[in-house]
Structures are given as C-alpha cells and as structure tokens.
C-alpha cells in the first residue's frame, strides 16, 4: 500500500504553518509568525506519530516510539 502522499495532517495546517523533520523522523511544527515551534499540531493539538524506528543504537530487539504527546519511549 502506498503512503497519502498529502496526509491529513498536512493538508490542514494553517497558512502561516510549516513543519520539519527531524533527523531521527519526528515532524515537527513551525509558525512562521511567531518564529517558534513545536510537536504538537496546531490544529489538532496532537503529535503525528510516524512509527516506531529502529536504530544501530539500540540494543537488539528494541524500537523507539513515540507517545501521543510527542514523548519518546522505547519498546521491546
């Protein structure tokens, strides 16, 4: 199955918004405005989870997430 190549969230970000993505896959939120960002959506008020990522860092077996609120845990 392909990706939503425009997925909800983008599609209904205000006009003075963009967003980013951090190296390690967290999309973040910027307001060109305000000069400031954040995880949070700013019209949902939640974070876009991308998925769980496995990295050579992390000992086997284990994956990062990331929680509703933007927090990143660990799971194994």
């Known amino acids: 199955m392909a990706a939503d190549p425009k997925p909800d969230w983008l599609s209904c970000l205000p006009s003075s918004w963009s967003y980013g993505v951090t190296r390690d896959g967290r999309i973040f939120f910027i307001n060109e405005e305000a000069k400031s960002t954040t995880w949070l959506h700013p019209i949902t008020g939640e974070a876009v989870i991308t ?4 990295t050579p860092d992390l000992p086997t077996g284990w994956e990062e997430g990331y929680t509703f609120e933007g927090a990143r845990c660990f799971i194994k």
């Open 51 to 54: 998925g769980h990522r496995k």
